[in-house]
């Protein structure tokens, strides 16, 4: 099968002809139709995620056709369309997985970063960590869900916000437009900072609902409730402290992110909390399933074709998507 494959050497992916995988007897075998394009992918190809596996095949964010099921697979039939997330594996007994925390795994297999994800014709995946999808979106639409809808919504969540509440986002991509949307829906009022000289991302926020856009640096007139920041740039958090009532919360929702700078107590004084999201657990990815189905949102994606996919992370990373990349095979 064609696959775009991790080249360590250049931070580059590299068209690849490999065997299709092989299926577990936990697995489901899919023809991917689908796969989206995540900031972690970028943190994966540039090295700021030390690697795992030697020449991965990333993408976590895989919508597939069911063509073959492992010998224990019962959930999902042949045929059946279903989405792979960020987190493919869990040990199921260390504490974390014990306890509900299967985000936390001492031992997690992530897809696209421990075994092969979806930049590529065929994807084997462990059909317990798999979603069904909403039959609403199509293949490209549906795929942004799967990391940046899910993952965003347990930051979402994590940053306590109900309500006529006010909530900042930072970093208006993937996640926030999907999250922007849910909130409005929800009767919050949003806040979008994108980075300065970004008139296109203030538009985009706007058109998205959110009631005010502005520059990362810059402070709204009103104290915001919480915030989220999914940018990957540590100078965020005492920026976003800044805009947050006492008791309000900061979500780092990023895998990555650069050093946070020092900054002066008084800015967490007050209760204010700085905290961090990690991942997914399988009930995230059906609480957001079952939000969406309540408030739906729509994905907006630009598509590139797999062998183009070394496109669509540089589009990605400068900035010019509005909303997701996806890449279909
Ligand atoms: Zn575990
Ligand atoms: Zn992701």
Known sequence: MLAMALNA????????????PLVGENDVLLQVLACGVCRTDLHIIDGELPP??????????????VLALGTNVSRFQIGDRVGVPWLGGSCR??????????????????????????FAQYAAADAR???????????????????????GYRAYCMSGVSGPMRIGLYGFGAAAHILCQLAVARGQRVYAFVRPGDADGQRFALEL??????????????????AVIFASVGELVPAALRTIRKGGTVVCAGIH??????????????ERCVR???????KDGEAFFAAIDKHPVITHVQTFALAQANAAVDFLRSGRIAGAAVLIP
């Open 9 to 20: 050497d250049d931070a580059h992916l590299v068209e690849v002809n490999i065997p299709s």
């Open 52 to 65: 795992r596996t030697p020449n991965i095949v990333p993408g976590h964010e895989v919508v597939g056709r």
């Open 93 to 118: 007994h260390c504490s974390y997985c014990m306890h509900g925390r299967e985000n936390l795994c001492d031992t997690p297999i992530f897809t696209g970063y421990d075994r092969n994800g979806g």
């Open 129 to 151: 960590y798999c979603f069904a999808l909403p039959a609403r979106y199509d293949d490209a639409h549906a795929a942004p869900l799967l990391c940046a809808g899910l993952i």
């Open 209 to 226: 609902g959110a009631c005010w856009a502005g520059h990362s640096d810059a402070r709204p007139a009103e104290e915001l409730d919480a």
């Open 257 to 270: 992110m650069s050093d946070i700078p020092s900054f002066e107590y008084a800015l967490l004084w007050g």
């Open 276 to 282: 961090s999201v990690a991942n997914l657990t399988r």
